[in-house]
C-alpha cells in the first residue's frame, strides 16, 4: 500500500516536537537490521523523488482546496473502520462508540465522507498493531519496509492484520483497489511538501531520525501519549 508512512512520521513529529538527539540510543538499541534497512531507505527515498513526490506536487497545483478537504475526509472515514476495530480489541468501548459514531454519520450524511459533520468527535489512531502492543506483544526489530516505510515485525503483522477490516483492501475490483491506494498515497505526501521542507534544513541523518522517532512514535500511541521512561543499557 504506498501510503508513504514515512511522511506521515514527519508531519506528527512537527506537532509534537520530537528531537532526533533525544531520540537516538532508543532506536539504535532497536535495530539489529541497519545495514539493510539503510539500503531499503535509499531505494525508497530515491523513488519518492524520483516519482511520489513529483506526482504530490502537481496534485498540489492543480486540487482545490476543498476538493483535497473531501479527498482527505473521504480517507480519513475509511480509516475510521479500522479504528472502530481495533478500540474493540483493546476494550476501549466508550471510544469505540466515538468512532463508530463517526463511520455512521460521516458515510450517511456526509456523502460517503467525503465531508465530516462529525469534527466535533474527536479523530482517534488506532491499528492493530497498537492493539498487539496493548496486550504486551514487543516491537520486535525494526524494519523500513520497501514503498510502506519505517515499520517493526509487530507493526507490520498489525498492518496485515488490518486488511481485514480495510474497505479498500477489502474490495475486489482490483483497478479500483489500487487507484484507492494511489490518490491516498499522493493525497497524503501532498498533505506533507511544506512540513518536509522544515525536516529537511534540520536534519542531518535522515535515516536516524526517523527511525527513532518512528519508534517512539509508536511507543506512545501504545500508550495513549503517556509511555513508561526507556531504560537503555547506560542508564545508572
Known sequence: MPQMRIFMLLASLLLT????????????????????????????????????????????????????????????????????????????????????????????????????????????????????GYWGVPTGPYLMLPILGPSTIRDGTGRYVDGFSSVISNTKHVPTRNTAWAVEGVDTRAGLLEQEKVLDSAIIDRYSFIRDAYL?????????????????????
Open 17 to 132: 516536537g520530537c528531537s532526533s538527539v533525544s531520540l537516538s540510543n532508543y532506536g539504535q538499541q532497536k535495530d539489529p537490521f541497519e545495514s539493510f534497512n539503510r539500503g531499503v531507505f535509499v531505494f525508497n527515498d530515491a523513488l519518492d523523488r524520483a516519482v511520489v513526490k513529483p506526482v504530490a506536487k502537481g496534485y498540489s497545483a492543480v486540487m482545490p482546496v476543498p476538493a483535497k478537504t473531501m479527498v482527505n475526509n473521504f480517507f480519513s472515514n475509511l480509516d475510521d473502520v479500522v479504528v472502530t476495530a481495533n478500540d474493540l480489541l483493546q476494550l476501549k468501548f466508550k471510544q469505540a462508540i466515538s468512532d463508530a459514531s463517526r463511520v455512521i454519520f460521516n458515510s450517511t450524511f456526509g456523502v460517503f465522507g467525503l465531508f465530516n459533520i462529525t469534527d466535533r468527535l474527536e479523530k482517534h489512531n488506532e491499528d492493530f498493531g497498537q492493539t498487539l
Open 216 to 236: 517512539m512514535h509508536r511507543q506512545s500511541l501504545v500508550y495513549d501519549g503517556d509511555p513508561p521512561r526507556q531504560k537503555f543499557d547506560d542508564d545508572e
